[in-house]
């Protein structure tokens, strides 16, 4: 009779606690929610984290706070959310840059894999190969031919090693079948420079910062080094269009909360960023940053970051970048 008596009452509590269970997550949210951004305030992540959360918050009916976490390559900001608890008042903005962070360190103290649940992506934004107007290289053919002509002589400059770009690149070589040297600089200060100045042949960078160089004809786009043209440059061919077979080294941002987080939160702020993704008005701010937006769901986000952080991997161990 006292087993039947315990069993009895377990039932009777999980009859009280299910209600209550449910209770919170429909009052979720009941205070602000803050997004953790791996980037200084004013740049294209920090800007779309901005124009995002400040749709949301309106669907949340709370603030939507931004957390400017920069340093470490993205570690600062995701061991600030990793450790967060897991109740969807914590979001980290994601990105290809946290796929290079997981394939390229030895070590990190987050797996972003085990550690975050993807939510939505946000935007994607592409990566351009550039030449000098006044070059040799009118298309991206012209190029490989004349770099397999010449094994070794052709130098394609990107920001520092272990970006998204560098590895693009070195991603680029492998599918073109060429020998080329990749030199990192800086930033893409310097690879513009470099490229005006006829220290190297090309360069390949993200889209954005190089927009008004190309427009204002003192770069030369060969091609775009993702699935589909630019919206900006519709005229410029991808790689693949050109011959280049199976590049697709697009970059991405899209927010994640810690492992854990109950199903129902996930889902609702997956639903706001999406129905703030296809806001007219959310979409010109993003635009006009040269960004394309990327309503989808924690599936395919997660897809993006598995994807990139496979292919990454790889091209760090075929070019044997020496892991961190």
Known sequence: MRRHFLIAGALACTAVLSPLAAWAQAAYPSKPVRIVVPN?????????????GEKMAKGLGQPVVIDNRPGAGGVVAGQAVASAPADGYSLLLISSGTAVSE???????????????PVAPLATFDLVIVSSPTGEFKTLAELITWAKANPGKLNIGTPAIGTTQHLAAELFKTAAGIDAQVVPFKGTPDVITAIRGGQIQVG????????SQ???KALHPLAVTGTKRSRVLPD?????????KNLNAASWNGLAVPAKTPKAVVDRLSKEINVALRDPDVRKKLEALNLDPHPGTPAEAA?????DIQRWTEVISRAKIERQ
């Open 214 to 216: 190309i427009q204002g």
């Open 103 to 117: 394939a390229l360190f030895k070590s990190l103290p987050f797996d972003s894999r085990k550690d975050f649940i």
């Open 204 to 211: 390949l960078d993200i889209l954005s910062p190089l927009l």
């Open 40 to 52: 200084a305030p004013g740049g294209a992540a920090d800007l779309t984290a901005r124009t995002v």
């Open 303 to 307: 897809a993006m970051l598995n994807g």
């Open 236 to 244: 410029v061919p991808t790689a693949q269009e050109a011959g280049v």
